[in-house]
């Protein structure tokens, strides 16, 4: 396997939400898929496909950047 690229993933407290409508990773303690995107808008969790999350996330992170290849994908 390949490393392309490495990232450190910084958590912050649910306490303290992001900026309304930036989507971002939440941690959901317990959750089948306890990491996942979503975003906060007015006081709400919800997933990226706008419903409101079921249970409360505890800890949120920035979106990473993502690789950085030497060359670009050739699509087809």
Excluded: H, I, N, R
Excluded at 6 to 16: G, I, L, N, R
């Amino acid at each position: 396997m390949t490393v392309l690229d490495q990232e450190t993933v910084k958590w912050y407290s649910a306490d303290a939400p992001p900026d309304d409508e930036t989507t971002v990773l939440v941690y959901v303690p317990g959750a089948d898929e306890p990491v996942w995107l979503a975003y906060y808008d007015d006081g709400t969790w919800l997933d990226v496909s706008g419903f409101e999350l079921v249970k409360q996330p505890t800890a949120w992170a920035p979106m990473p950047a993502g690789a950085v290849c030497a060359e670009a994908p050739v699509w087809p």
